[in-house]
């Protein structure tokens, strides 16, 4: 089992700047990947990032490109997600997930934290 454990969600301004973290536990040795998605009110989730744990390939959503910053720190076991030019549609509930699989995310088979509210107004 692993668990996950987000931080540094908040309610920043139109063009700010958030840190969100997330630290893991437990048998972390067998994960592959590690990512970000986010779910607005009424709305899937969605990918906003993953990481390969083993060559640091990160994958990034079109719609956070050149905004957001995907970064895992091996010797802390966190994973961190830099947040920059945030704008009013960035408004979700973000969510760390962690996989003993790459390529691919199932919520039911995954390991995922409890969420993080990221409010941004306009």
């Known amino acids: 089992q692993v668990q996950l454990v987000e931080s540094g969600g908040g309610l920043v301004q139109a063009g700010g700047s958030l840190r969100l973290s997330c630290a893991a536990s437990?048998?972390?040795?067998?994960?592959?990947?590690m990512g970000w998605f986010r779910q607005a009110p009424g709305k899937q989730r969605e990918l906003v990032a993953d990481i390969n744990t083993y060559n640091g390939r990160a994958n990034y959503a079109r719609f956070v490109e050149g905004r957001f910053t995907i970064s895992r720190d091996n010797a802390k076991n966190t994973l961190n997600l830099q947040m920059n030019s945030l704008k009013p549609e960035d408004t979700a509930v973000y969510y760390c997930t962690a996989s003993n699989y790459i390529g691919t995310w199932d919520q039911g088979r995954d390991y995922w934290g409890q969420g993080t509210q990221v409010t941004v107004s306009s």
């Open positions: 437990g048998s972390i040795f067998s994960i592959n990947a």
